[in-house]
Each structure stands twice: as C-alpha cells, then as structure tokens.
C-alpha cells in the first residue's frame, strides 16, 4: 500500500523559515517523478516543485530562489525547504508522486491530475 504523509506545516511569520517533510512508504519513489503541490484557500492545486527521476527539479516561479526540494534515500524522505516565506505562500501543502519517471518540464506543475498518490496535506501559514 502506498503512503504519503506530510509533517512540518506551521504558523509563521512573513520572512520566516519551515521545512516539510514527506515519507513515502510502499512506493519506490526514486524511480519515479515527485513533487509538492499547494492548494489556497479558495484556489486550485497549483504545483510547487517537481523532482524527476535523475534528480532534474523544476520550480514555480513564485517560489525559486526561496524553496528547495531534496530527499534522503535512505529515509525514504522528501523534504521541502522554505525559506523567505510571504503571506501569498500560505496554503495546504501535498507530497504527490507519480507513475511515471520523468518531469522535467514545467508542464507537469499544472497537472495535479496526472499524479496517481497524495499525502493528506500539511497546512501552512504565512502571517504578515
């Protein structure tokens, strides 16, 4: 069975720092192409990050230079550093992973639908 469950969502405010934290389990997810989504409130899914298969990452525009997504194998783990964190960041974040390897592109930051496994979210907010 397949998991995803996020942690490290908080209150924060504006200019500040969190890490999340996704662990897969059930799901060889280093063969396969990960991400973080974030939904708003009264807003669509939109995409945060990607990570193909071989490492390749592509950001959101809104975040480069301020997010930084890694993992640790050996955890199972993804990660998602937050840094010089705004109000407009404000969101539920989801780990989501795919059954397919490759995302290289920024395409695949507007298809929520195209991956198969989400974690239940992990809420975070951005106090100005």
């Known amino acids: 069975q397949v998991q995803l469950v996020e942690s490290g969502g908080g209150s924060v405010q504006s200019g500040g720092s969190l890490i999340l934290s996704c662990a897969v389990s059930?799901?060889?997810?280093?063969?396969?192409?990960m991400s973080w989504f974030r939904q708003a409130p009264g807003k669509g899914r939109e995409g945060v990050v990607l990570l193909s298969s071989g490492g390749t990452t592509t950001y959101a525009d809104s975040v480069k230079g301020r997010f930084t997504i890694s993992q640790d194998s050996a955890e199972n783990t993804l990660y998602l550093e937050m840094n010089s964190l705004k109000s407009e960041d404000t969101a539920m974040y989801y780990c989501?992973?795919?059954?397919?390897?490759?995302?290289?592109?920024?395409?695949?930051?507007?298809?929520?639908?195209?991956?198969?496994?989400w974690g239940q979210g992990t809420r975070v907010t951005v106090s100005s």
């Open positions: 059930g799901y060889p997810y280093s063969g396969h192409c």
């Open positions: 989501a992973a795919a059954q397919f390897s490759y995302c290289r592109t920024d395409y695949f930051l507007s298809r929520a639908d195209l991956f198969a496994y």
